[in-house]
Nanobody
Framework: VQLMESGGGSVQAGGSLRLSCVVSGYTYSSACMGWFRQTPGKAREMVAMLDSDRTTYADSVKGRFAISKANANYTFYLQMNNLNPDDTAMYYC???????????WGQGTQVTVSS
């Protein structure tokens, strides 16, 4: 199973970015998909998860970020609006059968928000 993120970059505060994650080689009939982020010296934190039609968000991104998926395959997205410098991090996508046990991860895409 391989996951590939794209869409990271540098933006000013208040701007938007859309991250994409393409999943290949995944053969299960269902998946929990998630976005996580990490900054140096800190633990990786959950940003958003999508399991069937149920979404979960970190409190810090509620109302600003939205996770969604393409209809046809295991490609999913993270729309990030009203970004602020605290959102600066390496963002990782993950997928697996269950949301509490992600074994498949992408390599990460950097998001940098300047004030």
């Amino acid at each position: 199973v391989q996951l590939m993120e794209s869409g990271g970059g540098s933006v000013q505060a208040g701007g938007s970015l859309r991250l994409s994650c393409v999943v290949s080689g995944y053969t299960y009939s269902s998946a929990c998909m998630g976005w996580f982020r990490q900054t140096p010296g800190k633990a990786r934190e959950m940003v958003a998860m999508l399991d069937s039609d149920r979404t979960t968000y970190a409190d810090s991104v509620k109302g600003r970020f939205a996770i969604s998926k393409a209809n046809a395959n295991y490609t999913f997205y993270l729309q990030m609006n009203n970004l602020n410098p605290d959102d600066t991090a390496m963002y990782y996508c993950a997928a697996d059968l269950y949301c509490d046990d992600f074994n498949y991860w992408g390599q990460g895409t950097q998001v940098t928000v300047s004030s």
